[in-house]
């Protein structure tokens, strides 16, 4: 009898330390679980509070959040949001400056951590980032008879570009008719005019204090750095025609196709391709990567970070900064999962000397240089990305445009939309 008691105590013991275990949601998008997964599955083992994922895609994640600042109340505590955002939510979530330790601080490249503050406020610690870096052909650029060609043309020897010039050099060479035809049917590389992120990461190459904006919000795009770097972005396209024609419809799904498929040399994309080149593509096996070009400023990109955020609304805001912080401190464990991210140099450095990681040195280079840093912090962002920023670099790309005036007339829509 004592026995059964005993038992029966037990049992209602478990069942009232199960039903006060606390849980946390996550409102993420797909690619996001995967990256967290590990980290929050090792996060409840260590303190048993519970992490559910709300997955939903890209644009879920935006209309969700929005939807629950406007009905009061939420069903999350955590949400894992684009930079892009930042700005239109720094207002309605938790201020995590006491998460952001010293050796947090120490530990992050300085784009991610500028791009976390919003006025007086961190509003984000940063679950992973990416940024644009240079790919390219091994088993071309190691072929004897090219190294000669391009020495004897060029007058320096064939490597992956440093410069802009050396890319378009390059870029240049590569493009040729391969079966005779009388038509290009190989690249040096792709020029995408769908997305404009690209080009502004030659704008900070060229040495402007920001992209777009600058940090007091006055309008600078149309300044010397946008403008060389526009003339800079057409010139494959428009100059040299070392580019697929139809530029405005490259996006990034595209440029990816055309390397793997074998017909461009070189590639800027994001660095966690690396490790997701098809093994059945042309190119697998022999693709290279070096950290992003260098302008008058030297290296520079537009960092790709998402940032954990905790609504001012959650019920658990305590669990949710403790998974937060947790997460940071392992966020290692992001680089097992399929998209292989992470946000912290540790991190990175921690596995770049491994085989198959071998985009992580150029990656963490290029993500520290001095000239990256992130897109404008602005709630109307991706509006004047839509209605300015990127007709622009489209009108630039009819090579009927002047370059200068296309910054201009962009200025006065832009400063229209702030207005």
Avoid at 166 to 182: A, E, N
Avoid at 253 to 261: K, P, S
């Amino acid at each position: 009898m004592k026995k059964l008691l005993g038992a029966s105590a037990l049992a209602l013991v478990c069942i009232t330390a199960s039903a006060k275990a606390e849980t946390i949601n996550i409102l993420v998008e797909g690619g996001g679980e995967m990256l967290q997964k590990a980290a929050a599955e090792k996060f409840t083992a260590e303190t048993g509070i519970k992490v559910d994922f709300t997955v939903v895609p890209y644009q879920g994640v935006f209309d969700k959040f929005s939807a629950e600042i406007a009905s009061g109340s939420s069903a999350f505590d955590v949400v894992t949001i684009d930079v892009v955002w930042n700005a239109k939510f720094a207002s309605h979530v938790e201020d995590l400056a006491p998460l952001f330790t010293d050796a947090v601080r120490k530990d992050l490249p300085p784009a991610l951590l500028a791009d976390a503050k919003i006025g007086d406020k961190l509003i984000g610690m940063p679950a992973w980032a990416n940024a644009e870096i240079v790919f390219y052909r091994k088993d071309l650029f190691d072929k004897p008879e090219e190294q000669k060609s391009f020495q004897e043309k060029y007058g320096y020897p064939l490597a992956p570009p440093k410069t802009w010039q050396q890319w378009r050099d390059i870029v240049t060479f590569f493009t040729r008719d391969t079966d005779g035809d009388g038509k290009t049917d190989f690249w040096g590389t792709d020029t995408i005019g769908s997305f404009s992120e690209e080009w502004m990461a030659h704008v900070l190459q060229a040495g402007s204090p920001g992209v777009i904006l600058d940090k007091e919000g006055k309008v600078i795009i149309d300044n010397e750095a946008h403008r060389k770097a526009l003339e800079f972005y057409v010139a494959p396209h428009c100059i040299d025609h070392s580019v697929p024609e139809n530029v405005n419809e490259i996006g990034w799904g595209e440029a990816q196709n055309l390397f793997y498929q074998g017909k461009t040399a070189m590639m800027k994309f994001w660095a966690h391709a690396y490790k997701m080149t098809p093994a059945d593509s042309k190119v697998s096996g022999k693709v290279g990567v070096a950290p992003m070009l260098a302008g008058d400023a030297g290296v520079g990109a537009i960092p790709g970070p998402w940032y954990n955020v905790v609504p001012s609304t959650s019920q658990h805001k305590d669990a949710a900064k403790k998974f937060i912080a947790f997460a940071i401190a392992n966020n290692a464990l992001g680089i097992e999962a399929p998209l292989g991210l992470a946000a912290t140099n540790s991190a990175y450095s921690g596995y770049a000397s491994k085989p198959g990681y071998e985009h992580f040195t150029p990656l963490l280079e290029t993500l520290s240089a001095p000239a990256t840093q992130g897109r404008p912090l602005n709630e109307k962002y991706q509006e004047i990305v839509d209605e300015a920023v990127l007709p622009a670099v489209q009108q630039a790309l009819t090579c009927k445009a002047d370059v200068g005036k296309v910054l201009a007339d962009a200025k006065e829509t832009i400063e229209d939309i702030l207005d």
